[in-house]
């Protein structure tokens, strides 16, 4: 079962200081559309030969997104696969990010 966190609670956790690395998995043209700030970007298909690419801050919740929340089910099922410990799929996506807590984020 692969944890999900919904937008809020990831935003209350930004705005509390924890450490969150932000993984987007969405095509590059959809990152350059849109992205939460200070997230790297390894498209889904690439993910598994890119793995090594995710270096995120010890003790960080690592937390992929896409833009429904669907890949970044996938992305994060492949981050505990590799032995990554702490994963959570944003719940809804870059879209639901926008509608519940930034609307300056373009929807698409």
């Not at 999900?4 to 935003?11: M, T, V």
């Not at 090594?52 to 996938?74: I, K, M, N, T």
Request: one cysteine or more.
């Amino acid at each position: 079962m692969i944890p999900q966190i919904h937008p809020e609670q990831l935003a209350a956790k930004m705005e509390a200081g924890e450490t969150v690395y932000l993984l987007d998995v969405r095509q590059p043209w959809e990152n350059e559309y849109c992205q939460l700030a200070d997230s790297v970007l390894i498209p889904l298909p690439e993910l598994p030969s890119r793995i090594d690419e995710v270096e995120p801050p010890e003790g960080a919740l690592v937390v992929v997104y896409c833009h429904h929340g669907v890949r970044s089910l996938s992305g994060a099922a492949i981050l505990q696969q590799a032995g990554f410990g702490n994963v959570a799929s944003l719940s809804g996506g870059i879209e639901a990010w926008s509608v519940l807590v930034d609307p300056k984020v373009p929807r698409y």
